[in-house]
């Protein structure tokens, strides 16, 4: 079993940034793929980013160039960057680790972006 444990939403201005974390604990396996979805109220859960073992990247259009995913490996951590954060932002942000033929989730951290 894999857990994950999200830190970093809150309460921003439009314009502002956060900086969301995750970190992995568990049976944590090379080669896995970790990133971030979002679901605001009344839509669907949504692919925001995700990031392979090796660095390779994926982003949603509504996120490309305001948000960057990296991660630690050594520490089975990852980040999402969110700069120039607009209202429709606004969501449950929720972790995700894909690894062999199972996928886990985090339990979600909130935020919400209004002046």
């Known amino acids: 079993q894999v857990q994950l444990v999200e830190s970093g939403g809150g309460l921003v201005q439009p314009g502002g940034s956060l900086r969301l974390s995750c970190a992995a604990s568990?049976?944590?396996?090379?080669?896995?793929?970790m990133g971030w979805y979002r679901q605001a109220p009344g839509k669907e859960r949504e692919l925001v980013a995700h990031?392979?073992?090796?660095?390779?990247?994926n982003y949603a259009d509504s996120v490309k160039g305001r948000f960057t995913v990296s991660r630690d490996n050594a520490k089975n951590t990852v980040y999402l960057q969110m700069n120039s954060l607009k209202p429709e932002d606004t969501a449950v942000y929720y972790c995700?680790?894909?690894?062999?033929?199972?996928?886990?989730w985090g339990k979600g951290t909130l935020v919400t972006v209004s002046s």
């Open positions: 995700n680790v894909r690894q062999a033929v199972s996928a886990y």
């Open positions: 568990g049976s944590i396996f090379s080669g896995n793929i």
């Open positions: 990031i392979t073992s090796g660095g390779s990247t």
